[in-house]
């Protein structure tokens, strides 16, 4: 079996020995470097300082013969002696420095590359750090997103099936009974007035499962209009709650402005639901007291308020207020069948119309205000 023979370098660096300079005519014709210094020159032969020595010192021993011979009618052995001992010992130096100074040149110049090239390694190693370091980042992100995500979902569909096989149940209860005549007739008026509740409560869940739907798909449309008038909403919801406070025994108050408040642009059908949902949210979780509505107008914006005095929040809950599915366990006990759409629903709504929400209470069983601003046509 034959010794593979090692590999050889096919190719011999600049400043290295034997190297062979291809753009100098003499270095080719003898098939190697003449002098040392001849190692780390990439010049042609032309530009060759040794040869430029040469020349000149051959004109100089010329020209000094001439001088001679003019002067004295013939060329003194003095005279080529001293010019040829003159020439000699000066190259000799001469070549000497000059091959420290190009081997100087040479190894600084290297040295500055080899600074430069640490220098872009060590600009592209941190470039490639920061990356890796934002990409961990984002990775983490995702898959915290993921776990959240996974974990919304899970919360979903058990609050969802929950919630829609409720009233479902309820329903198919109370329609069995009348079905079947097993029922006392004075409670009939009743019943029906259960199975409308659960059917509403069906409805009403259903639309917002659809609308949560649309937004995360992008395809919830807004019908945007540069007329609508705060106050007219809020006084129709107003008045579509009054029965169901006085049914609380609680009072339900809006404090309208004496005077009108500019209009804005809006999506009335969806501002609706997002002050409707506030209101129906600070009656459900109020048992004593009432929900007091203000609207008032700001520099730039218009500003509406719903003051309730009912269960309040500490500040821990007020972060997870707008999340989707979020619930605290009060809110959970003192009304079961809520899924923590209504006010994810709500905040998404007022980003559209480029308005702000957020919550305010001073802690526990001491209230809490709800507040949306909107911004006025400029």
């Not at 020995?17 to 002098?35: D, E, I, M, R, V």
Request: include cysteine.
């Amino acid at each position: 079996m034959e010794k593979s023979e090692p590999s050889q370098k096919t190719k011999i660096e600049l400043g290295e020995p034997n190297y062979l300079n291809k753009n100098c005519l003499l270095a080719n014709s003898l098939g190697h470097s003449p002098y040392k210094r001849c190692q780390y020159c990439e010049s042609n032969f032309s530009n060759c300082i040794f040869l430029q020595y040469q020349i000149i010192s051959l004109g100089l021993i010329v020209f000094s013969f001439v001088l001679s011979f003019i002067m004295e009618g013939r060329i003194s052995e003095t005279i080529i002696f001293s010019v040829f001992a003159l020439v000699i010992v000066y190259g000799y130096f001469f070549s000497k420095s000059t091959d420290k100074i190009i081997e100087t040149n040479f190894k600084r110049k290297k040295a500055e590359e080899l600074a430069l090239r640490e220098k872009i390694s060590k600009e592209e190693a941190e470039k490639l750090a920061v990356q890796e370091r934002a990409l961990r980042k984002r990775t983490e992100k995702l898959v915290n997103e993921y776990k959240n995500l996974d974990e919304a979902k899970t919360m979903f569909l058990n609050i969802a099936s929950h919630q829609l096989r409720t009233p479902l149940s309820a329903m198919k209860g109370y329609l069995s009974m009348i079905l079947d005549g097993n029922y006392p007739r004075e409670k009939e008026k009743e019943f029906i007035k259960t199975i409308y509740r659960s059917n509403e409560r069906e409805i009403e869940l259903v639309n917002d499962l659809l609308d949560l739907n649309k937004l995360q798909t992008g395809k919830l449309q807004f019908n945007f209009r540069d007329d609508v008038q705060l106050e007219d909403i809020i006084e129709e919801i107003i008045n579509e709650f009054q029965a169901e406070a006085q049914h609380k025994g609680l009072y339900l108050v809006f404090n309208k402005p004496k005077q009108p408040l500019p209009k804005i642009t809006a999506d009335p059908q969806k501002l609706r639901q997002v002050i409707l949902n506030l209101i129906d949210n600070a009656l459900k979780y109020t048992s004593k007291g009432g929900v007091t509505v203000n609207l008032k107008p700001c520099p730039s914006s218009i500003q509406i308020s719903v003051q309730d005095t009912g269960m309040g929040m500490m500040s821990q809950e007020k972060e997870k207020l707008f999340q989707l599915f979020s619930r605290s366990e009060e809110a959970t006990s003192v009304y079961p069948s809520g899924i923590g759409i209504g006010l994810y629903l709500s905040s998404e709504i007022v980003k559209a119309h480029k308005g702000k929400i957020w919550a305010e209470s001073p802690g526990k069983g001491k209230g809490s205000t709800f507040y949306v601003e909107l911004p006025v046509k400029k």
